[in-house]
């Protein structure tokens, strides 16, 4: 087993979020360097297994969001996803979608994890895992993503254990994904 946890902050620092998008404007490309660089780099440095069965991306809140968006947009490389406290939609953190994709066009429809698996001709060779707190502000959202997986045919898994979006439920809940 190869654990990573790339930094996902852009080049002005934790505040500057990247979501791990290609920026709109083209200045930070984190998703090609996500795809193209750390994954080939990966398999070159540590002879790592080279399916993408293999290969999982996991994240808390934000990255939630960003495991989800990267296996839905490049299935030939991660089939699974885990989402803890998840967004899936570009409108949950508006001001670091608009830093980071510009105005609400066609990029956000394209980063919109909502809107992708409606369309994804590969979202059914997915896993995806979620969780969410019962008192968590994205806990209908992460329902109704989990209703569309289930629509979609999608191998995935949704609990809804007690808590919130805080850092003391994430912590409890981030090795659950590691155990399915």
């Known amino acids: 087993l190869i654990l990573v946890a790339p930094d996902g902050a852009g080049p002005g620092g934790h505040r500057d979020t990247s979501m791990f998008l290609n920026r709109g404007d083209g200045r930070c490309r984190m998703e090609d ?9 990966l398999q ?3 002879n790592a297994t080279p399916r993408a069965d293999c290969r999982a991306l996991v994240g808390l809140s934000g990255g939630g969001y ?3 968006n990267l296996a839905l947009k490049h299935p030939d490389t991660f089939r699974i996803a885990a989402s803890h406290s998840g967004l899936f939609a570009p409108e949950d953190d508006p001001v670091y979608f608009y830093l980071w994709l510009g105005p609400r066009w066609d990029l956000w429809d394209a980063n919109r994890p909502l809107t992708q ?11 995806i895992y979620q969780d969410v707190g019962s008192s968590d502000e994205l806990t209908p959202e992460n329902r109704e993503f989990a209703a569309l997986l289930q629509a979609r045919g999608v191998d995935h898994v949704l609990r809804v254990p007690p ?6 439920y994430r912590s409890r809940q981030s090795s659950q994904s590691l155990r399915l």
Do not use: D, F, K, N
């Open 66 to 68: 960003a495991a989800v």
């Open 44 to 46: 070159q440095r540590y």
């Open 117 to 127: 698996i409606r369309t994804s001709p590969t979202a059914s060779r997915l896993h």
């Open 163 to 168: 808590g919130s979006h805080r850092w003391s």
């Open 33 to 41: 360097y996500m795809v193209r660089e750390l994954v080939p780099w």
